[in-house]
């Protein structure tokens, strides 16, 4: 086996299980989000804007919301993250908040720091499985045509 083979199956692989894990710990993470408390909200900043470190489009939101009495600022819109498929989904998305806007906050009951508005997307993470599965079956194959060769 070439040191470019071994090299590319254990980048194959390693992606492929970093993958997995993020999607899997995600996955539960929405498991219990389910269950957690709602609370009134306010928006406080929706926007898209240029991220010239990441070379595209980005969204920034932002909100605060009271539990028990302490006074929290939330940027976690969505549990499974900032990624989208596509630009259009990405504007629709921070089209649904405008500042000034009431919204309910879902909260973790052990830690109210950690929030969201939206629990029902799962889309980034099925994103996550997808590469997980090519990137392990990408690296299956450059073992068989090792192999096989």
Not at 13 to 28: D, E, I, V
């Amino acid at each position: 086996m070439s040191p470019k083979s071994l090299l590319a199956i254990c980048v194959g692989f390693g992606a492929g299980g970093w993958f997995a894990f993020q999607a899997a710990r995600r996955t539960l993470a929405f498991n219990r989000a389910l269950w957690w408390p709602g609370v009134r909200g306010t928006i406080l900043e929706s926007v898209e804007y240029r991220d010239e470190v990441r070379n595209g489009r980005h969204f920034r939101v932002r909100y605060e919301y009271t539990v028990n009495g302490e006074r929290f600022i939330g940027s976690t819109p969505r549990l499974c993250g900032d990624w989208f498929w596509g630009l259009k989904e990405q504007t629709a998305f921070v089209a649904r908040y405008a500042p000034g806007q009431e919204v309910e906050v879902f909260h973790d009951p052990a830690n109210p720091r950690i929030s969201c508005l939206d629990r029902t997307d799962r889309s980034g993470i099925s994103a996550m499985w997808i590469i997980a599965v090519g990137a392990t079956g990408l690296a299956a194959m450059l073992v068989w045509l090792d192999q096989a060769g």
